[in-house]
C-alpha cells in the first residue's frame, strides 16, 4: 500500500499547492530566496485533496493523542484545517491568535478553553517552528495542556527539529520536503539534475539564498 506521505505530496504537486523552480526561486516573507512555494491555503479549494489531508490528519490524532479535549488551530492558515478535523472528531475547536488583539478582550486564544484541557494543535505548514510553538505557548498560557501538534507539511529544517524539541512538542506531518522531492522526481516535475540544489537549498537556505 502506498504510503500517506506519498499520496499527499502527489497531491500537493498536482493542484500547484507545491511549486518548484530552479531557474527563477521565490521570495519568501522574510527575504529568503527559494526554490519552492508552498500554498497549503490552495488545498481548500480541491475536495478531492482536502478529504484526504483532514481525514488523515485526524487519523493521526485518533491514533495518537486519544485523551485529547480540544482542537486548536493556529492562524490564519490552519484555522479551517483545525476545523475540519476538529468536525471529524466531534471535539471542540478553538484557534490562536499570532498576538493578543489589541482592543476588546485582548483575547489571543479565541474559543471556549477549559482550563486543563488537553490540546493537539493542527497547523498546515513548519518552516522554522517559530509562529507554531508562539501558539503552543499561548494555550498554555491559559493553562492548556498541548498533547502535540499535527501538520500537512514540514521543510524538515534542523532548525525546526531543534526547536521542537527544546519546546517539548511532538511534531507529527503528513508529508515534507524530502518525500516531496522524490515524488516530484517521480512524476517528473522537476529533472533529475535539480535534485541537488534542492536538496543543498533545504540544509543550508540562508546561506542559499544569500548566494543570489
Same mark, same amino acid.
Given at each position: 500500500?502506498? !504510503?500517506?506521505?506519498?499520496?499527499v505530496?502527489?497531491?500537493?504537486?498536482?493542484?500547484? =499547492?507545491?511549486?518548484?523552480?530552479?531557474?527563477?526561486?521565490?521570495?519568501?516573507? !522574510?527575504?529568503?530566496? !527559494?526554490?519552492?512555494?508552498?500554498?497549503?491555503?490552495?488545498?481548500? !479549494?480541491?475536495?478531492?485533496?482536502?478529504?484526504?489531508?483532514f481525514?488523515?490528519?485526524?487519523?493521526?490524532?485518533?491514533?495518537?493523542?486519544?485523551?485529547?479535549?480540544?482542537?486548536?488551530?493556529?492562524?490564519?492558515?490552519?484555522?479551517?484545517?483545525?476545523?475540519?478535523? =476538529?468536525?471529524?472528531?466531534?471535539?471542540?475547536?478553538?484557534?490562536?491568535?499570532?498576538?493578543?488583539?489589541?482592543?476588546?478582550?485582548?483575547?489571543?486564544?479565541?474559543?471556549?478553553?477549559? #482550563?486543563? =484541557?488537553?490540546?493537539v494543535?493542527?497547523?498546515?505548514?513548519?518552516?522554522?517552528?517559530?509562529?507554531?510553538?508562539?501558539?503552543?505557548?499561548?494555550?498554555?498560557?491559559?493553562? #492548556?495542556?498541548?498533547?502535540?501538534?499535527?501538520?500537512?507539511?514540514?521543510?524538515?529544517?534542523?532548525?525546526?527539529?531543534?526547536s521542537?524539541?527544546?519546546?517539548?512538542?511532538?511534531?507529527?506531518?503528513?508529508?515534507?520536503?524530502?518525500?516531496?522531492?522524490?515524488?516530484?522526481?517521480?512524476?517528473?516535475?522537476?529533472?533529475?539534475?535539480?535534485?541537488?540544489?534542492?536538496?543543498?537549498?533545504?540544509?543550508?537556505?540562508? #546561506?542559499?539564498?544569500?548566494?543570489?
Amino acid at each position: 500500500m502506498e !504510503s500517506i506521505e506519498k499520496i499527499v505530496a502527489r497531491q500537493l504537486l498536482e493542484i500547484k =499547492a507545491v511549486r518548484l523552480n530552479t531557474d527563477k526561486p521565490f521570495t519568501w516573507a !522574510s527575504g529568503w530566496k !527559494s526554490p519552492i512555494y508552498c500554498d497549503n491555503r490552495k488545498i481548500l !479549494s480541491y475536495p478531492k485533496a482536502r478529504e484526504i489531508i483532514f481525514k488523515n490528519l485526524a487519523k493521526i490524532i485518533e491514533q495518537n493523542y486519544k485523551n485529547v479535549d480540544v482542537i486548536a488551530g493556529v492562524a490564519t492558515g490552519a484555522i479551517a484545517w483545525g476545523v475540519l478535523v =476538529a468536525e471529524a472528531l466531534g471535539k471542540p475547536f478553538v484557534y490562536v491568535r499570532p498576538k493578543p488583539k489589541d482592543h476588546g478582550t485582548g483575547a489571543q486564544v479565541e474559543g471556549d478553553l477549559p #482550563a486543563g =484541557a488537553s490540546v493537539v494543535v493542527v497547523e498546515d505548514l513548519i518552516s522554522t517552528g517559530a509562529s507554531s510553538l508562539s501558539a503552543v505557548d499561548a494555550l498554555q498560557n491559559e493553562g #492548556a495542556h498541548v498533547l502535540g501538534m499535527v501538520a500537512i507539511f514540514s521543510y524538515n529544517f534542523d532548525k525546526a527539529r531543534r526547536s521542537f524539541e527544546y519546546g517539548n512538542c511532538e511534531l507529527r506531518t503528513l508529508t515534507n520536503y524530502d518525500t516531496l522531492i522524490d515524488e516530484a522526481l517521480n512524476c517528473n516535475y522537476i529533472r533529475e539534475k535539480e535534485i541537488a540544489l534542492l536538496r543543498e537549498w533545504r540544509f543550508h537556505p540562508e #546561506a542559499w539564498g544569500q548566494n543570489l
